[in-house]
């Protein structure tokens, strides 16, 4: 038979050849490196027998899937130490995760789980990895899957609720049978280096309605240096984790009473968002935006012809509202918003549009609200309320690409403003869309062509487009190496379609406008969130709430410190005078800890030569410095 390589050479083999056979036949060093390996793009364990014509892939440890592998098969590793350790603990699923992995376990009555038992069993786990037993894949019928795990009552109900016809394949690794489809690496001893990290409680299959079991959750590599990198990173993200620097620099607080995910900010969060929203509200009117303000409620009319009433309706709060009286009453049900998309589409709506209106480009700083559970609810970066830096584009069709290029220029100034490096990734098409496709393929090849008008390089994401359009996604780089998802541009046909939006075209017929959602920020919380972490807490000047700590020595330096924060104030500077009766080394200590970019002390000399002594955060004392010079520094940097 012949099979393809991904260079597009073709090989000859005989009938029944495995993935290994087909290493083995390249070279004896690609056979001893091989780890599994991809028939026509799917993931196969090495044995696996090849089709005659199909596309063949080897992976070894440094293709992109084999992490994944290697971490599948150290949470088999932690299943079989734990069930060594544990007599009687009922095996739930252990997945690769993008971090590591987890396993889910019921344990007898009694026994518990806590950190300080990892060191135990990553001790058994390292035992079990020295023997270097092989993972062995073993088809099985339904009946024989059912008596194997006979005695496992998680792993019997899935095998019931799998369909009929599902093929159920076990694997072994020295006393753990697993149901699973693998693939997973050929034997143990090639997990280089793995770490336990944490608890936690997860539902069995995620339902809230089933029992709650442990989640152990590990990580693994395979060189001891890569896990010694991600520890390190670990660290460096803890010390940079936005909820306790939020809290220690006084910018938000969350507040039980007022309930999950909804964050309350304190006054330097208030001056850092609507410094942002400034900044950015300048560009885009430069830009051609026009800003808009829409409710936070509608009436449920307006989410059904949406179609968020239908799709969406388990993430929104609906509630009631008496539009009658107290003798008659008439009750109409309402939704808060979760996006602000159709109060622009009303606002297109309420005027007759010509194609020389377009492309009309509408923006607001909406705040909308989700329900998410309270399990996923993350300080900043996931929160039930939040505002986006929100805006859609209508256009012609023949607009698309320049309005496309147009926000990549804006994606390409705030996250150069920001020092993020940054990537793309476009979605293309799902199973389940609406248009046709000629819309879809139109769409897809305005975002490709604006990529690569813009000189960005970008992935594509197959078949992971929402059903009503392709979108890119920007992903950033911190100052770590962590990536986020920020900003999207994503297509609509469906929005246009539901309002029965138009235009009258040059030709005097009655046209459909395209429609381009787009955020930045993505939301202006969760941005905030990425950016203290990416700037551990130490904002850039012109963004910092406190600026300028204005530090006298003494009381009789009061009236001159007093009188330099109001000239500061004059300019836009943001400034906090350090008045109170402490030693200067405590002043300085707390504005150092409250990173204010600088810090000012005035004494006896500074008032005599009007002149400043200068100290910045990371630089620390600059001297002696020139007064305006100074005030001109913070002149410049006020929006």
Not at 105 to 110: K, N, R, S, V, Y
Request: glycine residues 8%.
């Amino acid at each position: 038979m012949q099979i393809k390589l991904p260079d597009g050479s073709v090989k000859e083999l005989p009938q029944g050849s495995t993935i290994l056979d087909v290493a083995t036949s390249i070279g004896p060093g690609l056979a001893k490196a091989a780890l599994a390996g991809k028939i026509d793009g799917e993931l196969a364990h090495l044995g696996a027998e090849v089709p005659d014509g199909a596309v063949v892939e080897i992976i070894t440890d440094r293709s992109d899937d084999a992490l994944g592998i290697l971490r599948h098969s150290a949470a088999h590793v932690m299943a079989e130490a734990v069930q060594e350790l544990y007599p009687g603990v009922q095996i739930g699923f252990g997945p690769q995760t993008d971090d590591g992995f987890f396993y889910d376990f019921a344990f007898p009555e009694g026994v518990s789980i806590a950190p300080d038992d990892f060191a135990a069993i990553e001790e058994k786990m390292a035992e079990i990895i020295a023997q270097d037993d092989p993972f062995i894949r073993e088809p099985v019928s339904r009946e024989e899957a059912k008596r194997i795990f006979c005695d496992q009552r998680l792993k019997s109900e899935h095998i019931d609720d799998l369909p009929e016809g599902a093929e159920i394949t076990v694997y072994r690794h020295g006393d753990l049978v697993d149901l699973c489809s693998g693939p997973h690496l050929p034997s143990a001893g090639k997990i280089g280096a793995f770490k336990l990290m944490k608890t936690a409680g997860a539902y069995w299959k995620g339902d809230s309605d089933n029992e709650m079991l442990t989640r152990i959750y590990g990580t693994a590599f395979f060189k001891k240096k890569d896990l010694a990198g991600y520890l390190d990173q670990l660290e460096q993200a803890e010390l940079r984790d936005h909820r306790r620097l939020g809290r220690e620099l006084g910018i938000y607080m969350m507040e039980p009473m007022a309930g999950v995910g909804l964050p309350l900010y304190l006054p330097k969060g208030a001056r850092i968002i609507n410094t942002l929203k400034e900044w950015l509200r300048r560009d885009l009117y430069a830009r051609g935006y026009e800003e808009v303000i829409t409710p936070h409620i509608y009436n449920a009319d307006v989410w059904k012809t949406s179609g968020h009433y239908g799709f969406y309706h388990d993430n929104m709060y609906f509630f009631q509202i008496n539009e009658g009286t107290d003798e008659e009453p008439r009750y109409s049900e309402y939704g808060v918003k979760p996006m602000n998309c159709p109060g622009h589409v009303l606002i297109y709506r309420n005027e007759l549009r010509s194609y020389r209106d377009l492309p009309l480009r509408l923006f607001e700083f909406g705040t909308v609200y989700r329900h998410e559970m309270s399990g996923v609810v993350h300080g900043l970066l996931r929160a039930r309320g939040f505002t986006q830096d929100d805006a859609h584009v209508f256009c012609t069709q023949d607009q698309v690409v320049d309005e496309v290029v147009a926000i990549l220029d804006l994606v390409d100034h705030i996250m150069n403003t920001f020092g993020f490096t940054y990537e793309a990734e476009i979605s293309t098409r799902p199973e389940k869309s609406i248009g046709t496709d000629e819309m879809w393929d139109y769409a897809t090849d305005a975002l490709k062509e604006a990529c690569r008008r813009h000189d960005l390089v970008y992935d594509i994401n197959e078949g992971d487009g929402a059903f009503y359009g392709p979108k890119i996604d920007i992903k950033v780089k911190d100052a770590i190496g962590r990536t986020w998802q920020c900003s999207t541009v994503q297509i609509d046909f469906n929005m246009p379609e539901r309002f029965d939006l138009s235009y009258r075209a040059q030709d005097n017929t009655e046209q459909r406008p395209w429609m381009l959602h787009r955020a930045i920020f993505g939301s202006i919380e969760r941005f905030l969130g990425i950016l203290i972490e990416h700037y551990a807490g130490a904002l850039p000047l012109w963004l910092a709430p406190v600026q300028v700590a204005v530090i006298p020595i003494a009381d009789r330096h009061k009236e001159a410190a007093a009188e330099l924060a109001g000239e500061l104030k004059g300019v836009g500077g943001r400034v906090d005078v350090y008045d109170a009766n402490e030693p200067m080394k405590v002043k300085i200590a707390k504005a150092q800890q409250q990173k204010i970019p600088y810090m000012v002390i005035i004494g006896d000399n500074e008032v005599a030569e009007n002149t400043i002594s200068l100290r910045e955060r990371s630089q620390g004392d600059l001297g002696s410095y020139d007064r305006r010079a100074f005030i001109d520094i913070i002149k410049d940097a006020a929006l």
